[in-house]
């Protein structure tokens, strides 16, 4: 991603999630954003470091933009911040729990 972009620019100078979805021109579907906001715009930059922006255009660069953030809160819709693990608190919580899962393939059965 490059930051010489005055789309990404802007961008960055936003400070909530509304502005972000009013400058990009996309409605928000509020109670996803409600109850995943943090969550959907940690995804959206993700989303937006994944993408080489060097050489496009503006209008390339807003329409991934675009994509990023309709793809970031659509990742919501149907999951939750918890089935996401977006936040890294998330991922050593599953670890925590995967560790403590004993299989039944690992019992052995003792016969006295």
Do not use: C, W
């Not at 255009?57 to 939750?80: C, K, M, N, P, Y």
């Not at 560790?99 to 393939?105: D, I, S």
Request: proline share 3%; charged share 25%; aromatic share 8%.
């Amino acid at each position: 991603m490059t930051t010489e972009s005055p789309t990404l620019t802007a961008l960055a100078k936003l400070s909530s999630a509304e502005e972000i979805f009013a400058f990009l021109g996309i409605e928000p579907i509020r109670e996803v954003l409600n109850s995943s906001r943090l969550h959907i715009m940690k995804r959206f930059g993700a989303y937006l470091r994944e993408t080489d922006m060097t050489g496009l255009s503006e209008e390339a660069i807003l329409t991934h933009a675009r994509d990023a953030l309709t793809r970031a809160q659509g990742d919501f819709v149907a999951s939750s911040p918890l089935k996401e693990k977006v936040f890294k608190v998330f991922e050593t919580q599953a670890a925590k729990q995967k560790a403590r899962f004993v299989g039944l393939e690992t019992l052995k059965v003792i016969k006295s």
